[in-house]
């Protein structure tokens, strides 16, 4: 089968002709359709995330097929359009066992541990299935991976409807936040530096979309008709000091902020004046669980959730080193860029 192999830092993927894998006893082969690229595919290519080994398959945001299974599937059939979880957990940790497989301390992740979707068929564990619509694109399918980090962002921070929520950074992330806090109710802020991503987020639903070069955030946030003493929740995106700082900054007292961002350098609190007195509440967000997976197919299936929206472009298999420039580029205000196999 043909893939796209990851041989090394600062290298093209290259194109390759390999075996196709054979699932193992508790797995399920899938055809790959649709593979999401994202930043942490760009990390693995500068050396900032290591891989397993090399050679490697990349791509952990898969949509594909249903083609055979060693045994019975929960939420899957044979023929089956599926959402395949990239987080294979060890299966007997308490964290495995509430379905927050991100979190198992021996996790392998399909794309940087195991060979992931950037090629013709993968194997994934059978409980790692979920199956969609026959008239889900399997793009949109792909979206699911991002969607659900998105979604367990909202839930840490605790966001419902009528609530003022804050979203800084509104890149592919933070756009998916911003539909489902709307779609939860809530009224929104997306912030970044980036005037078209602003613009990006005010299409998707976003109340106002502000940048922090604009003056005081939190007296904009009000007069762009956010009242009150401040954001009942934000969500950094972005996650770098200065991003926090605007976070705890913006919170009304027992506000909520959830990281969702990795940046490199560490987060100062506040002074305790500040922050314990506030009671303010800080949470960090990695990964999802089968809680938010669902959660987000549930938006999507109903109509509430449009992920399609956040495909920005579709690049071929052997085109993938373009698709990867593209959104490293950050030339044109994209979104999401997929690889349709």
Known sequence: MRAMRFTGVGRALAEAEVAAPVPGRGEALIRVRAVGLCGSDLHILEGHT???????????????????????APRANEGDRVFVNPMVGCGTCRLCRVGDRALCPRKRILGIHLDG??????????????????????????MIESASTAHRALRTAGVSAGEAVMVIGAGGLGIQAVRMAKAAGARVIAVDTDERKRALSVAAGADAALAPADGDIAERARAAGIEGDG???????????????????????????????????PLPLTPPAHFVRRGLQVGAVYGYTDEDIEGVIALAVSGRLDLSASVSATVPLGEVNRGLDMFASRTSPLTRVVVEV
């Not at 290591?50 to 019975?72: K, M």
């Not at 299935?129 to 399918?141: H, N």
């Open 50 to 72: 290591p891989t397993a080994s090399t050679p490697l398959t990349l791509g952990h945001e898969i949509a594909g097929s249903l083609e055979r299974l060693t045994g019975d």
């Open 117 to 142: 979707g950037l090629a013709e068929y993968v194997v994934a564990p059978l409980g790692n299935l979920w199956a969609l619509p026959a008239s889900m694109d399997f793009a949109a399918i792909a």
């Open 231 to 265: 954001m009942d929740a934000v969500l950094d995106c972005v996650g770098i000091p200065q991003t926090f700082a605007l976070a705890l900054e913006v919170l009304a007292p027992g506000g909520r902020a959830a990281v969702v961002g990795i940046g490199e350098q």
